[in-house]
């Protein structure tokens, strides 16, 4: 395989849905969008996002400083940091969420209150 097509093949999704890792564990991809979200936590607009304080998964209050950046559709799953795929989470929430698809959370959510 030419060193082309390895590159390439790197930012193709895999069979489990997750992005191929490069050789510094992180895909270019993934890099960019993680400092296109870094940069957007800076913004006026995600101030105004957590200013409620509220978890978008649970819904309970936080300090706005308590609240981390959650891409609802995971970087390592396809998704991007743009202003519709972000949302303020909880740190639990999000740690529990990791790199799950909104289905998929929703699944997840589903069994625990069944439980």
Request: glycine share 6%; charged share 35%.
């Amino acid at each position: 395989m030419a060193y082309r097509d390895r590159k390439r093949d790197k930012r193709r999704p895999r069979e489990n849905g997750l992005f191929a890792q490069g050789g510094d564990g992180e895909s270019a991809y993934i890099s960019r969008e993680k400092q296109k979200a870094r940069d957007l936590r800076q913004t006026a607009w995600w101030k105004k996002k957590t200013a409620p304080g509220i978890c978008h998964y649970c819904g309970r209050h936080f300090a706005p400083s308590d609240l981390t950046m959650d891409h609802k559709i995971p970087l390592a799953r396809g998704g991007t940091s743009d202003k519709i795929n972000l949302v303020p989470a909880c740190k639990e929430c999000n740690n529990k969420k990791k790199h799950l698809l909104p289905l998929e959370w929703e699944e997840y959510m589903d069994t625990i209150k069944n439980s």
